[in-house]
């Protein structure tokens, strides 16, 4: 349930209905939104509701009937911004994150993170650790990969953003990058999610290939009941009868989602539809849809790419897609970044 407290409560009246919650067994969770305190109450208990509503500077008392509690917009209704450095991820700006499906040599992802920063992208995005459908292709580096990565963002003063699979690599993937990204295969792995709620880096939680969206918003609640409130959702596709393209990249999610939950939510198109020529197309739908960022995989040699060469764009597709995504952002009232800046505050 959430306990809405009056627009004046104080913070001891606020402190005291948290106490009586917890003792009743309950997780309390607080949403300072502009004008009012909202407390989300999960658990196993059973709150008193009445005795609840009659305390002191609680104004309401409402049982959310989504099983997703901590997600849903009952909880916060003011959308979520992630903040990563100086970006803001669901503000008004629609946020690029670009870069190489893997890192494969030194050399190819320095030119793939010059060339993203100079289209006008904010994060590098890359694998070093490749879930792949079958165990004799290409796996990634490690952290070799890792640090090629982080030493290619940290020279164009971007963020960094790439996959952990598994609990064990949390510690070496924090050391690296600023955001964990959760891929679709992980959608429904518990004991990481629950793992990645005790981190207060961001979490971009990928939809799972065949998930519903209740499914996926329940995934983010397990990152969310942990204590980790910085949530990206990303529509990458699912799988449908559909044997044109790679996945069906589901636009409508977008605007259904963020109709259901507060989390900033990003879209990948070239998962979506794993062809080079359907990209720019999806992601120009995405933005249209209101997408509060892109993740776009860039390569500059994609025909002999180690991964995903044939979703992947050139630099100079890339930078005609930005230009168009700098048509489309105004008109919904969206910026989105006009050139490369000088971006600082990632730390080591």
Known sequence: MVVVMQEKATEPQVESVVARLVEMGMDVHRSTGVSRTVLGVVGQGQPNKALIEIMDGVQEVVRISEPYKLASRTFRQEPTV??????????????????????????????????????????????????????????????????????????????????????????????YCDIFQVGARNMQNFTLLRELGRSRKPVLLKRGISATIEEWLLSAEYVLSGGNTNVILCERGIRTFETATRNTFDISAIPVVKKMSHLPVVADPSHGAGRRDMVAPMARAAVAAGADGLLIEVHCDPDHALSDGAQSLFPAQFDRLMAELRIIAPALGRTICLESSSRRGWGS
């Open 82 to 175: 992630v903040t990563v450095g100086d970006v803001r991820i669901g503000g008004d700006e629609v946020v690029v994150m670009a870069g190489p499906c893997s890192a494969e040599t030194e050399p190819q992802v320095r030119a793939a993170a010059a060339a993203v920063r100079r289209a006008g992208a904010k994060i590098f995005r890359g694998g070093a650790f490749k879930p792949r459908s079958s165990p004799y292709s290409f796996q990634g580096l490690g952290e070799a990969g890792l640090r090629m990565l982080h030493d290619a963002a940290k020279a164009e003063q971007m963020a960094l953003v790439s996959e952990v699979m598994d609990v064990s690599q949390i510690p070496l993937i924090d050391k």
